[in-house]
């Protein structure tokens, strides 16, 4: 606070809440010391940014009914994404009455370039918008939502985002049947259809981290992003330290994958393009 110039802060979140960290929040007693901040007046709303399913979101705001917003992860191609969940996150949200932040509007940058398909029905509806300013009002036209947190690397894109969220307007009617459209062409692309449900990881002898791994590729098959999907595969392989090509084709996990999957082809392809 000394570095920032300022006696108290606004917005204060518990960082990135999800399955295998939430005992962490509670045996430290994180919730207690947060509230406590605000008590001292150090911080003047608490809350937590999330990245897991609805029925854990439920018990979370059940359980602390004075939290004051969450940070949710939102955006036009994640609302059925199972790994996501942002529609049933967001419903969750709006039951309990919780205002909330939106983090990852563009989908890490995604977004601002969709598939193909996706950009000939933004540009049929309006050539002179940009992609990113699809995406971005489409989260701050929705209900309850305190701001988007959009992340932008140059003084062009600051300039884009200024154009529309000054003066905001939400999306019209013919706008958001615009989105309807639009997600309907999303989920046409070709992707593997993973859930991330990681039934097929507890027996694999490789301890390939298969489901993160797809995820990876997915940003290459949906939004041509090879950069990205790269730089996530890396990422997410060496903290694993094993590659796809590690994949001694066993087939335990096809045996496991409720979505019949053929995995050990995918590892294959995952491994040819992004390693
Ligand atoms: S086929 Fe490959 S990914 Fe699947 S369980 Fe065996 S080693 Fe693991
Ligand atoms: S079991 Fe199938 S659907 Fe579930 S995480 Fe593994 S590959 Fe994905």
């Known amino acids: 606070m000394e570095r920032l110039g300022v006696d108290y802060l606004d917005y204060y979140l ?27 007046g150090i911080i003047r709303r608490w809350g937590f940014s999330f990245h897991a399913g609805p029925d854990r979101l439920e018990r979370l705001l059940t359980d602390y009914p004075d939290i004051d ?59 002179d918008a940009s992609y990113a300013s699809w995406a971005i009002r489409y989260v701050a ?49 070709h992707q593997y259809k993973c859930t991330g449900c990681h ?16 995820k990876a590729m997915n940003r290459k098959l949906i939004f041509e992003n090879e950069a990205e999907a790269k730089r996530r595969y890396q990422q997410t392989s060496e903290k694993a330290g094993v590659n796809a090509s590690d994949c001694i084709a066993c087939g335990q996990c096809e045996a ?9 082809e995918y590892l294959a392809e995952v491994a040819s393009e992004l390693e």
Not at 256 to 264: E, K, S, T, V
Request: charged share 20%; net charge negative; aromatic share 10%.
């Open 14 to 40: 518990l960082h990135a809440v999800q399955d295998n960290n939430q005992h962490m929040y509670d045996n430290y007693h994180l919730w207690d010391w947060i509230r406590g901040l605000k008590e001292q």
């Open 141 to 189: 036209s929705m209900e309850g939502v305190l701001t988007v947190l959009s992340g932008m690397s140059t003084l062009e894109q600051v300039r884009d985002n200024v154009s529309y969220m000054c003066d905001f307007k939400p999306l019209s009617a013919e706008e958001q049947a615009v989105f309807a459209k639009a997600q309907e062409a999303l989920a046409q692309v």
């Open 256 to 264: 496991a994958c409720p979505q019949r999957l053929p995995i050990i």
């Open 69 to 127: 917003f969450i940070q949710l992860q939102i955006n036009y191609a994640d609302m059925e994404e199972p790994s996501v969940q942002a529609q049933a996150n967001y419903d969750v949200a709006r039951a309990h009455g919780v205002p909330f932040t939106v983090m990852e509007p563009v989908k890490g940058g995604s977004l601002a370039v969709p598939p193909r398909a996706v950009r000939e029905i933004f540009d049929a509806a309006n050539p």
């Open 199 to 214: 039934y097929c990881t507890d027996g694999c002898p490789m301890g390939i981290p298969i489901p993160d791994f797809f």
